[in-house]
């Protein structure tokens, strides 16, 4: 394959998609220059395009199928329900065994609300915060994502040119409302002082601070243990709610996360793989705060709808596959991670090229810098490592490897241990393009 030239099937589509949505493009994370190649089936770990190439899929839908394409289990649980209804108007028993299922594994949840997407469960978890505290205010990681609810998406981008010490709130969207900037403080990964000078200073504003542990957008550079115990504790002090943003960060372990780093959030967000490759988010914490969602007393603290949430065709999928991750699983998909993290960091050398692979268990980024990686602002690329970071996304293409532009992937429970030989061969040639 030579992108763009072996492509003109993707070139036609996007020719097509160009007149009717607006630079061709309906979710910005799928688009790069000139057009992106388009999907027509998956199976496994592997994706087949409109013009018919085959990759080994590392981005999984942006690390949501978690077990690759059309896994036999979770169609045949999917085509039963098609065939009972896909969506009612009324709840059924689907959600009461997904919501067993995620507080049986995760000590720090006693209650879950199910939503359609990572945004709107974020969402839900802010206004929690802010309806159970009284409080108006949230603090997040400066680079952070974690969806596009314009409180949750500020200084998502922030750049040099306006860097200061204590991070300042940046719109990342034009039109941002000032109240919104107002409304949140930012904090630099891993800086304990400054987490606890901005709790000292605004805690009796403060509803809650939002923290990934496993940041992806800010580099996939994990928070440390030492941090998260000192965020917690400044936390609880001042009366300010805790939320993890698991919608990646879920695929780590067992308990996710928080059962990796041992700290119980007040407010764990999910997404992604509970979905079982369908449409989802939770919001799920202690009963205490969960109860303001509570509609038995009339009217709640924070009334929540959503037409699809919940709907059973998700439901279970998400279902069958959270029953799929196994710890045993979870330990294999660790040990692949570990190899081709290791592969990749190898191959850095043997090519004399400057950069570093980073990530836990199945996820792993890339970055193309000689300086020490610690957070959002030790890795934002200059230009020569977006050039190369394009490069490289480009030269993975042509060898079969799906991964994001930015440098992201994420492995899936069908790679077997020749796929994982496969990837680290392909990326090291990618690498070695990018050297020469
Ligand atoms: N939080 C995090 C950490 C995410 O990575 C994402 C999406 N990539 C979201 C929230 C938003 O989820 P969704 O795309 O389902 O709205």
Redesign the pocket.
Known sequence: MNYPETSPESARLYERAKVVMPGGNTRTTVYFDPFPIYAVRGEGCRMWDADGHVYIDCINN??SMIHGYAAPSINAVVSAQLALGTAFGAPTSSEIDLAELLVARLPAVDQVRFTN????A?MMAIKAARAFTGRPKIAKIEG?????YDYAEVSLDSRPDNWSKTPASIAYAKGTPQGVLDDVLVLPLNDIATAQAVIAEHGPQLAAILI?PL??RAGLIPARRDYLAALSKAARAAGVLLIF?E???FRLGYSGAQGLWEIAPDLT?L??IIGGGF???AVGGRADLMSVFDPTRGKPALPHGGTFSANPVTMRAGLASMQALTPAVFERLDRIGETVRQGINASFARHGLAGVCVGLGSLFRVHFTDQPVTDYRSVYPNAEARRKLGKFHIALLNRGILAAGYGLFALSTPMTDSDVTEIIKAIDEALAEVAA
């Open positions: 942006f690390t997407s990572g945004t709107e974020v952070a994502y974690h969806g596009s990934d940041p992806n943003d919608v990646i960060s967000v997404g992604k449409p989802v988010g």
